[in-house]
């Protein structure tokens, strides 16, 4: 099973959801399309929400750290939602947690986008 995603634009955040398992094989590469795409439109506050996705390896994390260096470099954020416990574990044996902010629900991470605007605008 791969991955399917769809968007929704919400308060200025493009909400990518994500149904499925990020890992090995194409379920990289659409992830890695949909963000491309989204940047190539100008949007720059970018949440991926995890809340339907089954499974992630280690090859799915390194598309997370990809795709975090990509909205970095074109001045964006990138926040995450809804992690499974596996992906939490993940994330804290690589280290990654340092990176990625996360949140449980949609209004807790709509408001860190706010917040952040306010701290730096």
């Known amino acids: 099973m791969s991955i399917r995603t769809s968007t929704r634009l ?8 994500i149904m499925g398992q990020l890992k090995l094989g194409p ?8 963000v491309d795409g989204l940047l190539a ?11 339907d996705v089954l ?3 280690s090859c799915g994390v390194g ?3 990809t795709t975090y260096t990509s909205i970095r470099r ?19 044996i690589t280290k990654l947690y340092t990176l990625f902010e996360t ?3 949609q209004a807790s991470a709509l408001r860190s986008f ?6 730096t605008g």
């Open 10 to 17: 919400v308060e200025g955040v493009v909400i990518v959801d």
């Open 27 to 34: 379920a990289i590469g659409a992830l890695r399309e949909v």
């Open 41 to 51: 439109q100008g949007y720059r506050k970018i949440l991926l929400n995890f809340g």
């Open 55 to 57: 499974n992630v390896d």
């Open 63 to 65: 598309e997370l750290m």
């Open 74 to 92: 074109e001045g964006g954020e990138l926040k995450l939602m809804q992690l499974n416990k596996h992906l939490k574990n993940l994330l804290h």
């Open 103 to 105: 949140f449980d629900d």
């Open 114 to 119: 706010q917040q952040t605007r306010t701290r």
